[in-house]
């Protein structure tokens, strides 16, 4: 039973979800069926004590990967970043993975996340795959897949931080730069069109004046004449740029902390701080 309401917390804990929870859009029997599950008092409560509860059952005894991103989020964005000069980035293909979370700043780094209820059987080669378009990653896991990170890593230059049974995350090992795996073609994959075009007028003044069939190929070519650190540094830039949104001063005073990270990558609803707040106080009516 208990894997039946843990899929539907993770139903209910997606962006898309809560989109269409505080947009009104969305049957919310999925969320009902959490609140009777995990709520021990839904008489006259509002939504956001309702989310409170289920975010603490959460913590204590079913950290999934919302729960892991929003406390990267909280900690290692929020509370030691700037948030005008540094952005995050969330499930970019990169190769044949996804990465979890990038923070871009002066740099860009990776975090991949597994949680206790994560395998580890595709771990090396998402790694190798940030490490064709990242210089920096890290892998983030609760404390019992500690032990076994810590045994694959062994001396690699991937870092490593655990959240704790205190929901603190801790850097156990930091990352080194690697640089020896770039690879053109990979980040050119994960710029959009305008993105490379953009870097190769920065470089050249001019776009390849060839057929629609080889044109790919071509801007491909040309971005390979480029010096491929100073390519990685343009394409760091094009991402960047991407999540130029407004993020206010009150951020953090303002937004609940356990939306923190939907409010950040919500495209519908990042900058509806008084929607997202009165959906937190609404009452609940089950």
Not at 40 to 69: L, V, W
Not at 236 to 244: A, G, H, I, V
């Amino acid at each position: 039973m208990n894997k039946l309401y843990d899929y539907f917390i993770n139903k209910v804990f997606t962006v898309p979800y809560i989109d269409k929870m505080i947009s009104g859009k969305k049957d919310k029997d999925i969320f009902f069926k959490c609140v009777s599950r995990y709520v021990k008092e839904n008489e006259n409560i509002t939504y956001g004590k309702a989310i409170s509860q289920i975010y603490h059952y959460m913590d204590h005894s079913y950290r999934n990967e919302y729960f892991f991103k929003n406390t990267i989020l909280n900690q290692l964005l929020i509370k030691k970043h700037d948030l005008y000069n540094t952005v995050a980035l969330t499930e970019l293909p990169i190769g044949d993975s996804k990465a979890d979370f990038i923070m871009i700043n002066g740099r860009g780094v990776v975090y991949e996340i597994k949680t206790d209820l994560d395998n580890l059987n595709r771990l090396n080669s998402q790694l190798s795959d940030y490490y064709k378009a990242f210089k920096y990653v890290n892998v983030v896991v609760g404390n019992k897949q500690y032990d076994k990170i810590k045994d694959i890593l062994g001396e690699s230059k991937v870092g490593i931080y655990v959240l704790g049974k205190n929901g603190n995350i801790r850097c156990k090992k930091k990352e080194k730069c690697n640089d020896c795996e770039l690879s053109y073609e990979t980040m050119f994959r994960i710029l959009r069109k305008k993105e490379f075009e953009s870097i190769l007028l920065k470089h050249y003044g001019k776009l390849p004046e060839v057929n629609n069939f080889q044109y790919y190929r071509e801007c491909l070519k040309w971005a390979r004449r480029i010096n491929i650190k100073t390519f990685q540094k343009d394409m760091l830039e094009c991402l960047k740029k991407r999540m130029q949104l407004v993020v206010e001063d009150v951020f953090e005073e303002t937004i609940p902390y356990e939306l923190r990270f939907y409010t950040y990558f919500s495209k519908e609803n990042h900058n509806q701080y008084e929607l997202i707040n009165e959906f937190w106080n609404e009452k609940l009516e089950v």
